[in-house]
């Protein structure tokens, strides 16, 4: 975990960080990362019991999520998940969002026995390089009207 051990909801007692619905899981990401919109369109395709709440990191509650769990509001080294109001990060939070996806994404759990010193620096290198690798979008990630209602803005 970043920075100061943070307990479930913990961002509900900050007075910077505004109130947002919290009561389903909820990915939040760079929405200028194509890598990273295209992970939450694949959460939104196969999220079959619509449980997912997505919200760009660049949002005014994004960004302040960010520095409440001590990551930088600018370069987003990682995604957050929270599920429950508790903060995951990094490999964590990829394999906890698959792993409530159900299956077959549920068998990413397979990679919990790699300890994290060796996971965490596969996903940091992955997400320093994201936008070389997989590029910029001109336009933050904005969602169709279908999956609009799955998006805190």
């Known amino acids: 975990m970043h920075g100061r051990k943070h307990t479930a909801y913990s961002y509900r007692d900050d007075p910077s960080v505004p109130e947002f619905p919290d009561d389903n899981p909820i990915i939040v990401f760079d929405g200028y990362c194509v890598f990273c919109s295209w992970w939450a369109k694949t959460i939104l395709r196969y999220d079959r019991n619509c449980r997912f ?11 302040s999520l960010y520095r409440h769990f001590d990551l930088d509001p600018t370069d987003f080294q990682t995604n957050i998940f929270l599920e429950d109001g508790f903060p995951w990060f990094k490999s964590d939070a990829v394999i906890r969002m698959m792993q409530t996806l159900g299956l077959p994404w549920s068998l990413a759990v397979a990679f919990y026995p790699i300890p994290k010193f060796l996971r965490d620096p ?10 070389k690798l997989a590029g910029r979008r001109e336009t933050c990630y904005v969602p169709d009207s279908v999956d609009r209602e799955r998006f805190i803005l």
């Open 53 to 63: 709440k997505l919200m760009s990191a660049q949002s005014n509650v994004g960004q």
């Open 122 to 131: 596969l996903y940091s290198f992955v997400a320093r390089h994201r936008l």
